[in-house]
T-cell receptor
Framework: GENVEQHPSTLSVQEGDSAVIKCTYS??????FPWYKQELGKRPQLIID?????GEKKDQRIAVTLNKTAKHFSLHITETQPEDSAVYFC????????????FGSGTQLTVLP | NAGVTQTPKFQVLKTGQSMTLQCAQD?????MSWYRQDPGMGLRLIHY???????DQGEVPNGYNVSRSTTEDFPLRLLSAAPSQTSVYFC?????????????FGPGTRLTVL
């Protein structure tokens, strides 16, 4: 089955700096890669996703890049703000019968004021 | 729409007790899943369903049962609770087809097994 590894597990940045979180996946059939943000005590919420036919996607201060050859994808947050502090999860799924998501272990991002 | 709802929000069990975590969605999503979240281990899939009457095991199914008699409901049953099942449990749903594959999560149930 799919295996998703996520790094780093913790990340601290100064407000206004950029943050990058990286994930690798094992199943070359995976074709959908969402990123979720989870604030303390809350449910995970989708912030951006990308499909395998696209190399990069942006949404305001957030971008995701995908390298299918190397089987890795990254989340980029620019001009970080204190409200960006949260746990971020990457995930991957294939187009198989169930298309279940396999999640990375999460990154605790702290934006220091 | 209420989205994905879960009950209860908190539960304390004694070892050996059984209980059912409830999950419901009103978005007519075909796919529903149960995850457990433990510190440093992300979200691990317990069981999932691709439609009413169809369920399958995920990564960590032992000690849990599920059923899907309707599109809306997907309860998770703990057969004989163990301290290792102390965790936060999230139910999720998503539509089958493109273009929107977004998976929506419920608010979670925090379970403690003593």
């Amino acid at each position: 089955g799919e295996n998703v590894e996520q790094h780093p597990s913790t990340l601290s940045v100064q407000e206004g700096d950029s943050a990058v979180i990286k994930c690798t996946y094992s199943d070359s059939a995976s074709n959908y890669f969402p990123w979720y943000k989870q604030e303390l005590g809350k449910r995970p919420q989708l912030i951006i996703d990308i499909r395998s036919n696209v190399g990069e996607k942006k949404d305001q201060r957030i971008a995701v890049t995908l390298n299918k050859t190397a089987k890795h994808f990254s989340l980029h947050i620019t001009e970080t703000q204190p409200e960006d502090s949260a746990v971020y999860f990457c995930a991957a799924s294939s187009s198989g019968s169930a298309r279940q998501l396999t999640f990375g272990s999460g990154t605790q991002l702290t934006v220091l004021p | 729409n209420a989205g994905v709802t879960q009950t209860p929000k908190f539960q304390v069990l004694k070892t050996g007790q059984s209980m059912t975590l409830q999950c419901a969605q009103d978005m007519n999503h075909e796919y529903m899943s149960w995850y457990r979240q433990d510190p440093g281990m992300g979200l691990r899939l317990i069981h999932y369903s691709v439609g009413a009457g169809i369920t399958d095991q995920g990564e960590v199914p032992n000690g849990y049962n599920v059923s899907r008699s309707t599109t809306e409901d997907f309860p998770l049953r703990l057969l004989s609770a163990a301290p290792s099942q102390t965790s936060v449990y999230f139910c999720a749903s998503r539509p089958r087809g493109k273009p929107n594959n977004e998976q929506f999560f419920g608010p979670g149930t925090r379970l403690t097994v003593l």
